[in-house]
């Protein structure tokens, strides 16, 4: 939690997010993730000044136990002085005991932010998905709690001015904005209508350009001029027999991989779930991804 304190932009963490998404495609499937396509209204976890401190706790975490579909699970939350927004006791369950900063008996709406990704964490211990290390695995509670429909809560837990600032999870606001994104272009769902927090709404426009570029990428029909040509240039190199082109220049997601006794294949990311995909180099192509199912349009 950063409080009063500067706060991380940009995408450092974009590779392990990426990874993530395709981490709940692969954990979920396809038909779970569809489950989930509304996410938690604002009405839901609203928390007022006048609203008891634990009872309106216990409500906000049962609603978030609700939205992430564990009728089992039951959390007891309390607060105490730390210096990470909150912490969970990931045992066996039912019951599980939820700790919060004091910082939020004063700053009450934004609870469900937190809750949002301390629920997750019992979401995933469930599941049986980690990623390794404290770092990565804090990683893909955000993404996942964003993706599934709760991380709006958390970017809009972000505020910087001159004088302070605040700001909830491990994700920095631009990558928020860019899980948000991705899951705006598979559900339909506008979340910036829920903001309340100014600077929400520029770091969700900054993920959305991101994540509109990501399937703006050759080999993608939706892919710009520059990008075409010089996708068209690595293809000539690699069926002049290096196969290799495109591989190691870390500016472009595709690769070619030498098709043995059949035509040359590439190699790139799908823009929806990020597993990457192979498709023979000849021409146009409809691809389906076999994890999100997304349909996607090649020019190979």
Request: aromatic share 10%; charged share 25%; hydrophobic share 35%.
């Amino acid at each position: 939690m950063a409080n009063d304190g500067p706060v991380e932009h940009g995408y450092p963490h974009l590779e392990t997010v990426r990874a993530a998404i395709t981490a709940l495609y692969r954990r979920l499937s396809y038909d779970t993730i569809r489950m989930f396509p509304t996410s938690v209204a604002p009405a839901d976890v609203a928390f007022c000044d006048t609203d008891d401190l634990h009872l309106g706790a216990q409500r906000v975490a049962r609603e978030l136990v609700r939205h992430y579909r564990l009728p089992e699970a039951r959390l007891i939350v309390g607060f105490r002085e730390m210096q990470h927004a909150a912490n969970i006791e990931l045992a066996a369950g039912p019951e599980y005991f939820v700790e919060l900063n004091d910082r939020f008996r004063t700053h009450r709406r934004d609870i469900g932010a937190a809750l949002a990704h301390e629920v997750m964490h019992v979401y995933l211990h469930r599941l049986g998905l980690s990623f390794p290390g404290t770092r990565d695995n804090e990683i893909l509670t955000d993404t996942a709690a964003t993706y599934l429909g709760a991380g709006w809560l958390l970017l809009d837990a972000f505020r910087e001015d001159g004088a302070s600032s605040q700001k909830l999870g491990y994700l920095t606001p631009e990558e928020f904005g860019y899980v948000l994104a991705k899951r705006s272009l598979v559900f339909g769902e506008d979340p910036s209508v829920w903001f309340t927090s100014p600077q929400a709404y520029t770091a969700y426009g900054r993920g959305m350009a991101l994540a509109r570029r990501d399937g703006q990428q050759p080999p993608l029909t939706a892919a710009g001029w520059a990008g075409r040509r010089r996708y068209a240039r690595d293809r000539r190199r690699a069926q002049d027999h290096h196969p290799a082109a495109g591989a190691d220049s870390g500016d472009v997601p595709y690769s070619f991989v030498p098709g043995g006794d059949g035509p040359l294949r590439v190699s790139f990311p799908c823009p929806t779930c990020h597993q990457r995909i192979r498709v023979p180099v000849r021409g146009r192509v409809r691809a389906r991804c076999g994890l999100c199912r997304a349909v996607l349009e090649c020019d190979t």
